[in-house]
């Protein structure tokens, strides 16, 4: 079977690159002539692990391809994946208009029937609008299905989660589209992969009601978290005692600033949208939207009074993107809580293992460092807002020599109290008590 997808940013390349390594041959189209063209080399424009080796042999293996052509990606593929941006609106609602471009290109080239599948996160409805303009502007009358697969990968872990996943969600309305997916995802069935099969619209909720409820526990934890701290309760114990309970699960109950990524915000501001479009508000998704944004104004408020003031300070912060394993920065906690404590006149010293230049380029006031270390040198204060594995082993001793005073804002819970301040350090986390440096006889 050959396949193409349109798209190749996170999802599109991630979805090409794995469908081939399925043994599947794919061809992924973009517009963006310099993108393929470093795609045709095996360059990826993005940080995945294992992302690079897969596309690198697809290619070796000539079951992955690159083009700029609509036509050429149209007139060879059985299935078309639909994987552009859904940018949100000054509303909130997700602009589709890429989405329908694709629409109206696939329209024009048509010559037989396709299988057409928003790979996209998409709001309900969008099937059928696509199947509207699809209609509307093909050049003969081909018969076509419209699908609903939405995607739930995990930046830092994408690979796996395709290759490896909890579930397959289809949606359709065609006996014989459906038939075509279950092929195209044949090798998931030695694994027992449960395939959930329903109508174009449940398809296209259940991947906005699945990214809203994560983006509500975090909510929660942290609404939890600063609870805690006003009645000195640990947040963490807390945590692990509701998640040990199999209804809740341990999963997303993390206390920290705060999520950020491309997914969460832009999900839950388009289902609230929705909501508001059919005459429901959808008051808990709303209301997780806004303790996510309190909860960044939180931490900054937490190193202020630490500090006493901005003005003049500077801090080490380590992490800059929205989680570790990816240089994913869109609406990352890091930047925001970065570029605050700047304007108020802080200098903030950063070090990203994947995110740094592209940070910099954002916040062109943030200073590069090389390392943690040399991201402490002379700083006020130490800021984890990442937990990348390279900051869970830091030498304290080491450190203390390097900053003006032993103060850690561990803002992920990395490290236990007792630890940090058996080395001479203050330690202040989310939802758990302070901790002031242990005495030394």
Same mark, same amino acid.
């Given at each position: 079977?050959?396949?193409?997808?349109?798209?190749?940013?996170?999802?599109?390349? &991630?979805?090409?690159?794995?469908?081939?390594?399925?043994?599947?041959?794919?061809?992924?189209?973009?517009?963006?002539?310099?993108?393929?063209?470093?795609?045709?080399?095996?360059?990826?424009?993005?940080?995945?692990?294992?992302?690079?080796?897969? *596309?690198?042999?697809?290619? =070796?293996?000539? =079951?992955?391809?690159?083009?700029?052509?609509?036509?050429?990606?149209?007139?060879?593929?059985?299935?078309?994946?639909?994987?552009?941006?859904?940018?949100?609106?000054?509303?909130?609602?997700?602009?589709?208009?890429? &989405? %329908?471009?694709?629409?109206?290109?696939?329209?024009?080239?048509?010559?037989?029937?396709?299988?057409?599948?928003?790979?996209?996160?998409? /709001?309900?409805?969008?099937?059928?609008?696509?199947?509207?303009?699809?209609?509307?502007? +093909?050049?003969?009358?081909?018969?076509?299905?419209? *699908?609903?697969?939405?995607?739930?990968?995990?930046?830092?872990?994408?690979? %796996?989660?395709?290759?490896?996943?909890?579930? *397959?969600?289809?949606?359709?309305? !065609?006996?014989?589209?459906?038939?075509?997916?279950?092929?195209?995802? =044949?090798?998931?069935? #030695?694994?027992?992969?449960?395939?959930?099969?329903?109508?174009?619209?449940?398809?296209?909720?259940?991947?906005?009601?699945?990214?809203?409820?994560?983006?509500?526990?975090?909510?929660?934890?942290?609404?939890?978290?600063?609870?805690?701290?006003?009645?000195?309760?640990?947040? @963490?114990?807390?945590?692990?005692?509701?998640?040990?309970?199999?209804?809740?699960?341990?999963?997303?109950?993390?206390?920290?600033?705060?999520?950020?990524? !491309?997914?969460?915000?832009?999900?839950?501001?388009?289902?609230? @949208?929705?909501?508001?479009?059919?005459?429901?508000?959808?008051?808990?998704?709303?209301?997780?939207?806004?303790?996510?944004?309190? @909860?960044?104004?939180?931490?900054?408020?937490?190193?202020?009074?630490?500090?006493?003031?901005?003005?003049?300070?500077?801090?080490?912060?380590?992490?800059? !993107?929205?989680?570790?394993?990816?240089?994913?920065?869109?609406?990352?906690?890091?930047?925001?809580?970065?570029?605050?404590?700047?304007?108020?006149?802080?200098?903030?010293?950063?070090?990203?293992?994947?995110?740094?230049?592209?940070?910099?380029?954002?916040?062109?006031? #943030?200073?590069?460092?090389?390392?943690?270390?040399?991201?402490? +040198?002379?700083?006020?204060?130490?800021?984890?807002?990442?937990?990348?594995? +390279?900051?869970?082993?830091?030498?304290?001793?080491?450190?203390?020599?390097?900053?003006? +005073? /032993?103060?850690?804002?561990?803002? =992920?819970?990395?490290?236990?109290?007792?630890?940090?301040?058996?080395?001479?350090?203050?330690?202040?986390?989310?939802?758990? /008590?302070?901790?002031?440096?242990? @005495?030394?006889?």
């Amino acid at each position: 079977m050959h396949i193409s997808v349109i798209g190749t940013g996170y999802v599109g390349l &991630v979805t090409g690159a794995c469908f081939s390594e399925f043994g599947v041959n794919v061809t992924c189209m973009d517009t963006d002539a310099t993108r393929i063209a470093k795609l045709e080399k095996g360059e990826v424009p993005f940080y995945e692990p294992g992302i690079t080796e897969l *596309v690198a042999k697809g290619i =070796r293996e000539h =079951r992955l391809s690159f083009t700029t052509d609509i036509a050429k990606a149209v007139d060879k593929a059985l299935v078309i994946f639909i994987a552009v941006g859904t940018p949100p609106k000054p509303d909130g609602s997700a602009d589709l208009s890429y &989405v %329908e471009e694709v629409g109206r290109g696939i329209a024009k080239h048509m010559t037989g029937y396709k299988v057409i599948v928003t790979k996209s996160t998409v /709001p309900v409805g969008t099937g059928e609008k696509l199947r509207e303009v699809i209609t509307a502007h +093909q050049s003969g009358t081909f018969r076509f299905d419209i *699908v609903s697969n939405p995607e739930f990968l995990r930046e830092g872990s994408a690979i %796996e989660d395709f290759l490896r996943p909890n579930r *397959v969600v289809i949606g359709a309305d !065609s006996d014989q589209a459906v038939a075509i997916m279950k092929d195209l995802y =044949r090798p998931l069935y #030695l694994i027992e992969t449960p395939f959930v099969v329903t109508d174009i619209p449940t398809a296209e909720m259940i991947k906005y009601a699945s990214n809203a409820f994560l983006a509500t526990k975090i909510s929660f934890i942290n609404e939890i978290a600063t609870v805690c701290e006003k009645v000195g309760a640990n947040v @963490q114990m807390v945590a692990k005692g509701m998640g040990l309970d199999n209804r809740i699960g341990s999963k997303f109950l993390h206390a920290g600033p705060g999520f950020g990524g !491309s997914c969460f915000p832009k999900d839950l501001a388009a289902l609230v @949208q929705t909501g508001e479009r059919v005459g429901y508000p959808m008051q808990i998704a709303s209301a997780a939207a806004l303790i996510n944004e309190q @909860q960044r104004g939180r931490m900054i408020d937490k190193i202020t009074k630490e500090v006493g003031g901005l003005k003049g300070k500077t801090f080490a912060m380590l992490g800059l !993107s929205f989680k570790p394993n990816t240089n994913d920065l869109r609406d990352a906690p890091a930047l925001a809580i970065a570029q605050a404590l700047m304007k108020q006149g802080a200098t903030v010293r950063a070090y990203d293992p994947a995110a740094l230049a592209e940070a910099c380029q954002i916040l062109p006031g #943030l200073v590069p460092c090389q390392d943690a270390y040399d991201t402490a +040198q002379g700083a006020d204060a130490l800021i984890l807002m990442t937990e990348w594995n +390279q900051f869970r082993t830091l030498d304290f001793d080491r450190l203390k020599t390097l900053l003006r +005073q /032993p103060l850690f804002f561990d803002l =992920r819970n990395v490290y236990e109290p007792d630890r940090v301040a058996a080395f001479g350090f203050r330690h202040i986390s989310v939802g758990r /008590p302070s901790k002031a440096p242990a @005495q030394t006889a």
